[in-house]
Nanobody
Framework: QVQVVESGGGLVQPGGSLRLSCAASGNIFSINDMGWYRQAPGKQRELVARITNGGITNYADSVKGRFTISRDSAKNTMYLQMNSLKPEDTAVYYC???????????????WGQGTQVTVSS
């Protein structure tokens, strides 16, 4: 089994910054793609940013130039540096990882429990 845990959310004023972390642990042979998604009240979950195991990134247009995704493959950890935060960034942020486990040919798709980010004055 694989566990995924996010941390780093909180309350921040508009224009401020936060750094989210996502740590994967358990039965991990390798991690393929990793990504951050978010869901605001009354809205569908949406992609924020993704990063491949080769370091290729893609971002939602709404966060380009403000957010930076990165990963430390040796630690099975991913980060999201969020700068110039806006009230519309308020949401629960979820970590998603695609994991190849020992003894399992097919990769598994795992989600964390989410961390709340609130941008408000």
């Amino acid at each position: 089994q694989v566990q995924v845990v996010e941390s780093g959310g909180g309350l921040v004023q508009p224009g401020g910054s936060l750094r989210l972390s996502c740590a994967a642990s358990g039965n991990i042979f390798s991690i393929n793609d990793m990504g951050w998604y978010r869901q605001a009240p009354g809205k569908q979950r949406e992609l924020v940013a993704r990063i491949t195991n080769g370091g290729i990134t893609n971002y939602a247009d709404s966060v380009k130039g403000r957010f930076t995704i990165s990963r430390d493959s040796a630690k099975n950890t991913m980060y999201l540096q969020m700068n110039s935060l806006k009230p519309e960034d308020t949401a629960v942020y979820y970590c998603n990882v695609i994991v190849r486990s020992y003894g399992n040919f097919n990769p598994g798709n795992y989600w964390g429990q989410g961390t709340q980010v609130t941008v408000s004055s």
